[in-house]
């Protein structure tokens, strides 16, 4: 059963034994958590824009039936789905689940541009061959006159379009054999998107994995997470068993995802039976990987750098893994590592939100962004490919911790020329046998 906080008095309405429990008025705490963790009520503090409101139009939707408001709606997709409340809820609401049960009930049909984004990430080779036209589009010079003429905004595609990194046109290689002696094999989780943009932090993975002794498997067939669909009140149900079968046919120690945003709904699969458990049992995040198999002899060079750590609210609330990344970058002496003071609020991207709210996730990452610059960090490191691109959309630079660790690798360590050709890694320098 899920438990809700509700914080109206209202009534409950009547539910049968298969819905989900929601307590009413008299068995809330009233502790407020809830409410001071979540960034749209920061934004706007209405009690409409908190989520003990929004449990209220979940339970209409869910247990009593009833249609909402067009108000009620657009409270209820204002939410980021950061699931801050859930993480600090007494109550432990099951608040991310439920909003997803909500999405899907609405049953809303998608405008052109969704159904064709939709379509695009759940179509790997439609997506790979959009990239060279991308690439062209990008070097053509036709950026600044095509923002000029307002086309983009009429088309919705502004807000896409100011996210665009140059894309990775190659493939990436099935596999990459250790550097040193092998010690396993792991397979390594890339995403739709993060597969052809983020082309610094894959790599770095890779070269991490195959330094400690691990051979590193890419599956061709693996496909999109789901956390789009779903949040979106799509089905992912297609996605989910594509991936999990594509995985568990592999012989690996373990899978490994780079993005907490994807590792967050890959460790939520719903898929009760021996395939999903053996996935998820296998699953598990770069930077747990990395902390949990580093060799004692494998030592970083130095760096004087100031690090400010971001800690997604995929990896805060629902991995529940960030210290992992303290650790990790610990291992680099001489670095000076610090959190951000605002890292429980969320800096605005929220999956495909920086879309759907560009204002609001506007301004959510001004706010972050502001908390950035006060630490006067040299470099900021986020666990979320998503959260990376937002916040370096004005100039900024973000990555990932695991491009850091690459970077500080002894050149003496020797890689592998199958390595080599199998990849366009640059950093430290190579020794080939």
């Not at 309405?13 to 920061?42: H, K, L, N």
């Not at 049960?101 to 759940?122: C, D, M, P, Y």
């Amino acid at each position: 059963m899920f438990d809700f906080m509700d914080m109206s008095f209202d009534e409950p309405g009547e539910q049968t034994a298969s819905e989900p429990y929601i307590p009413d008025a008299g068995e809330c705490m009233r502790c407020g958590m809830c409410v001071s963790s979540c960034p749209t009520f920061r934004l706007f503090p209405i009690d409409e824009e908190t989520p003990r409101r929004r449990i209220r139009t979940i339970s209409k939707i869910l247990v009593e039936n009833l249609p909402i408001s067009a108000d009620e709606r657009r409270h209820l997709d204002n939410c980021v789905q950061c699931r801050a409340c859930e993480s600090v809820c007494p109550s432990r609401m099951a608040y991310g689940q439920l909003f997803d049960q909500a999405q899907a009930g609405l049953k809303v049909t998608s405008g052109w541009l969704a159904r064709l984004a939709f379509r695009l990430i759940e179509n790997k080779d439609w997506l790979r061959r959009l990239m060279p036209l991308l690439a062209v589009y990008l070097k053509s010079g036709l950026q600044k006159p095509l923002r000029r003429s307002g086309l983009l905004k009429k088309l919705h595609l502004a807000d896409a379009e100011a996210l665009l990194g140059k894309p990775a046109l190659q493939a990436l290689a099935v596999s990459y054999p250790a550097s040193v002696t092998t010690r396993g094999r792991v397979a390594l989780f890339t995403g739709c998107i993060a597969e052809h943009f983020d082309r610094e932090t894959l790599p770095a993975a890779i070269k991490l994995l195959n330094a400690i002794g691990y051979e590193v498997l890419v599956p061709p067939q693996q496909g999109c997470c789901g956390a789009i669909h779903q949040h979106n009140g799509q089905s992912a149900a297609g996605l989910i068993d594509d991936n999990i079968a594509v995985f568990n046919a592999l012989d690996v120690d373990a899978v490994l995802h780079t993005a907490t945003g994807c590792g967050a709904m890959l460790s939520e699969y719903q898929n009760d039976d021996d395939a999903g458990q053996l996935f998820r049992q296998r699953l598990c995040d770069i930077n747990d990987f990395l902390l949990e198999f580093w060799p004692d002899d494998l030592q970083l060079t130095a760096s004087e750098l100031k690090v400010a750590v971001h800690e997604p609210c995929s990896q805060r609330n629902v991995l529940k893994n960030q210290q992992a990344v303290y650790a990790l970058l610990q291992k680099i002496p001489g670095l000076s590592v610090v959190a951000l003071a605002d890292n429980p609020i969320c800096c605005g991207a929220g999956g495909s939100y920086m879309l759907t709210h560009p204002d609001n996730a506007g301004q959510l990452r001004a706010l972050k962004q502001q908390i950035i610059a006060a630490t006067s960090a040299d470099v900021v490191v986020s666990g979320n490919f998503g959260c990376g691109i937002f916040l370096s959309a004005d100039g900024g630079r973000v990555e990932h911790p695991v491009q850091l660790l690459a970077r500080q690798l002894p050149s003496c360590r020797t890689i592998s020329k199958a390595f080599i050709l199998s990849t366009s890694l640059t950093g430290c320098s190579i020794a080939v046998p």
